[in-house]
């Protein structure tokens, strides 16, 4: 697949003020950090503004896949100073070595295991790409199913096979997974083969994969890959594979699993903690079975890789502070606040975050550091269904396999150019001010202009970026709107909008705190309104103003909501559930397969630009 080259041009043209605008001038240093997920706002992020009371942090809940990160660099801006991204091979990332600082000379770099530390670094030697905690990936078993029919739990392939033909004899399903996912296709392709991957020929093979260059595609090898599609070919028929089988999605698996109707499906150690806790089945982890028992091994993929920008470096000062965070977030403790609860392993020597039960079985794997790291680009996650599920469907079988996977994986055809929606004439910064962001901003002043609203507000993360100037896709401007944020609407009096706004900013009874960073200070489109901030985190509302005149508490307003209530009703986010009553009175966006997406389309495309913002709101000490 032909990658993307970066213009110089736009390299040299950094529009560092996109980032760095109009808070407030102190002596603390600034960090911004974007995150792959919200997930990460669980536990680590309170965790390291409290460790790091000198710092301030901007965290940006982003988007997982290089893409995001590559439309940054090419329209001009600056890397934020830290970011992550689940999604990630460093093919992928090859183009933006020069925006990254090289880590391969620091301290943290010193406590990976060689072995998956090695899977980061480039062909010149450096490592700008640190893994985060090991996902674990295998087989979760119905032990109480083994148990009652008298089948022994596998320990090699053979065992497997045997085991799922005595289920099928009894009229349980043996196997099953969600052969709909991209990400499964991918994993059972590598999981089968893994002794074969990492062979001397498997190695220097992905070595040579993910150095590749623009001039030069590398296809699969003559030697190992040929093997993984015949013991894929020979995998499908073992576990009694029908054609049906391909639409399967997760929940598709999980219920005939949960009801004992299927004896073993393909997930994660954090599944199998799930399926035992919410569901109370003793459910065992299996590996990725070999010929014996000492070649079984586990596959595993980051929680997300983390790289820092190369313009920390002209900063010593800010350098330091960076450093000091990485070495805080893979310390044990900063681990264990990143799973927040979820079962992983650690890539890393110094670091055990311990081990339950329910692995008994993959212990071994770990004892012989047979943990596998998948290679997951983003050509290897599209290629691998499309060419799976034409194993599947009978198109042809190993061969033709390997040699559609080839022909795809060195097409050097040129992405076909998006459609321009429009063009920006003004640029926005996403950074939060006195008053506000003036890129959110600017988006719910589109987004309530486009939907004929008189007020608009947003909650929880909003808005992943700045406004660019330039051209805009389709792609582009929805990377402007945090993913799974949702659209609602509904008429409130002033009083019910005073409560709505009370819910997202005021401390409850029990001290739950709706805004956990004060990037999560709502943002409003139509109306104003005063906060005072205690300077300890928490904040009080204060009034709230239409065109600067007081809200009508009798008064009725058509009211745009814009944010995710799982932030900030979750116990394991802000644990502030919405008024029920108020709750009642809105309507969901989502009809049939129209999101707030398409929402925010159908809002530019109305206004014609994305609209200048206003001071939304005045922070008070």
């Known amino acids: 697949m032909k990658k993307r080259l970066i213009a110089a041009a736009l390299v040299l043209a950094m529009l560092a003020s996109l980032w760095v605008t109009g808070w407030e001038e102190n002596d603390r240093t600034e960090i911004t950090m974007y995150l792959w997920d ?53 093919n992928d990332a090859a183009h933006m070595s020069g925006q990254l600082m090289d880590l391969s000379e620091s301290e943290v770099v010193g406590t990976f295991y060689s072995s998956y530390i090695e899977n980061n670094r480039e062909a010149d030697g450096a490592i700008r790409w640190l893994p985060m905690c090991a996902e674990v990936d295998g087989y979760v078993a119905n032990r109480d199913l083994f148990d009652k029919y008298n089948i022994p739990l596998p320990t090699n392939y053979a065992e497997f096979v045997d085991a799922i ?12 997974t969600d052969w709909n996912a991209d990400y499964t296709c991918l994993e059972i392709l590598q999981g089968n083969s893994i002794p074969q991957l990492m062979s001397l020929d498997g190695t220097t093979w992905r070595m040579r994969y993910e150095s590749e260059t623009d001039d030069h595609p590398v296809g699969l090898d003559d030697k190992v890959w040929p093997q993984v599609f015949e013991r894929y070919e020979q995998y499908l028929k073992d576990i009694r594979f029908e054609p049906e089988d391909a639409v399967k999605k997760f929940s598709d698996v999980t219920t005939p699993f949960l009801e ?94 311990g081990m339950g039960d329910f692995l008994d079985c993959v212990k071994e794997c770990t004892e012989r550091n047979h943990m596998y790291m998948r290679l997951a680009s983003t050509e290897f996650f599209a290629i691998s269904r499309d060419v799976a599920h034409k194993m599947m469907s009978g ?16 097409d050097e055809k040129d992405a076909v150019p998006q459609e321009v929606l429009f063009t920006q004439k003004t640029a926005y910064p996403y950074r939060f001010g006195k008053h506000g ?61 005073r409560r709505i706004m009370e819910w997202l900013v005021n401390v409850k009874e029990d001290g739950s705190n709706p805004i956990r960073h004060y990037n999560n200070i709502p943002v409003t489109s139509g109306m104003e309104y005063t906060v005072t901030d205690h300077g300890d985190g928490t904040y009080t509302l204060g009034e709230i103003t239409i065109g600067g005149t ?23 986010y802000c644990n502030c559930p919405m008024p029920e009553d108020l709750k009642a009175k809105r309507q969901e966006q989502y009809v049939d397969e129209y999101n707030s997406y398409d929402c925010m389309l159908d809002s530019v495309k109305a206004t014609g630009q994305l609209l200048p913002p206003t001071d939304y709101v005045t922070i008070k000490h």
């Open 38 to 90: 919200k997930n990460m706002t669980k536990e680590l992020t309170p965790w390291l503004e409290k460790q790091f009371p000198d710092i301030d942090f901007t965290f940006v809940v982003g988007y997982n896949t290089m893409a995001y990160y590559t439309d940054l660099v090419e329209r001009g801006a600056d890397m934020p100073d830290i970011i992550t991204c689940r999604r990630f091979s460093l």
């Open 165 to 176: 033909d005595r289920f099928e004899e009894l009229g349980i399903q043996g196997f099953a």
């Open 260 to 353: 004992g109707k299927a004896a073993m499906i393909r997930a994660t150690a954090n599944d199998c903690v799930i399926v035992r806790q919410q569901y109370g089945m003793n459910c065992e982890m299996l590996p990725y079975f070999g010929e014996t028992s000492e070649d079984n091994w586990i596959l595993t993929y980051p929680m997300c890789q983390l790289a820092v920008a190369k313009h920390v470096e002209k900063d010593e000062k800010k350098q330091e502070a960076v450093m000091r965070v990485l070495d805080a977030i893979f310390s044990e403790e900063g681990q264990c606040h990143l799973a927040s609860g979820a079962s992983v392993l650690s890539y890393n020597k110094t670091v055990d975050i």
């Open 395 to 410: 198109e042809y079988g190993a061969q033709g396999a390997y040699e559609d996977f080839n022909d795809q994986l060195t």
């Open 437 to 497: 962001s003036p890129a959110a901003s600017s988006l719910l002043n589109t987004m309530r202009t486009g939907t004929g609203d008189e007020i608009a507000i947003g909650y929880s993360n909003v808005v992943s970026s700045p406004v660019f100037e330039g051209d805009y896709t389709e792609q582009q401007l929805k990377w402007l709107m945090t993913f799974k944020t949702v659209a609602y609407r509904g008429e409130y009096t002033g009083a019910e909008i």
């Open 550 to 572: 007081p809200l009508e508490e009798d008064s009725v307003y058509k009211v745009l909501l814009l944010g995710e209530d799982g932030y900030i009703e979750d116990p394991v």
